[in-house]
């Protein structure tokens, strides 16, 4: 079992790194972004992401990963994002993170709130931040960054609570775009997104979508962005920019 002095010890050898999953306008027929991924390098072997982030939780090493993601992508990505044109990058904040003034700070330093409209900031909707974390998240949010709602579940109780929260954009959880492929799937289970895109202006990514089947759905329902290995897997910095000249990317003229 892997334990967190040795995940501190993998971070200070440099062993984690970032790769970046697609996010694609289905209306447009393009990438419109991607989501950084942080991954541990051990040796030969790739350590899935649930086999150390929820041990990370809640622990200092949960601010320390979330700033050196801020700094990651600023080195890979800063430039880049200066020359193109709607395009943007997501990165995971945990809820015990905000409020601390940590992400306004890392942000600064990495000479990135010129290109603040550029960032999705993702919060969990399994963990809510408390009184000053919902401050800073207001606070990034009138500077221009956009703010999603991660892996949220789909029921009459959500829909109504995305309706009236102040985010961006709501990021359907993996599971959803599963039961599309399951042989109880209904039409009607799709009604209430449909709805929620249709009279908020909230905009919706379905996550993990990877059969054509499921694009044909989201679709018909109105939903406009998705991300999943339908499209690709996640890619390193270099490798993403490849595939985002390659699928519809907009290069701002000088």
Known sequence: MITLSEIAAGFEKGEFFLEYQPVMSLKENRCVGGEALIRWRR?????????????????????????????????????????????????????EVFGRGGVRYAAEKANLL???????????????????GIEELNDAYNTGVLIALDDAYVNDANLVVMSRVRFDIVKIDKSFADQMLRDDWAPEKISGLATLIRTTNLKVVIEGVEEAAQIEILRAAGVDLVQGWYFSRSLSAADFKTYFSANGGRKIPI
């Open 43 to 95: 040796g030969a072997r790739v350590i899935p992401p649930m086999d150390f982030i929820p041990l990370v939780e809640n622990t200092y090493l949960s601010g320390t990963m979330t700033y050196w993601v801020v700094d990651k992508v600023a080195e890979e990505f800063g430039a880049w994002l200066r020359e193109h044109q709607d395009v943007h990058i997501a990165i995971n904040v945990p809820p």
């Open 114 to 132: 010129s290109i603040a409209n550029k960032f999705l900031l993702e919060v969990t909707e399994r963990g809510v931040p408390d009184r000053l």
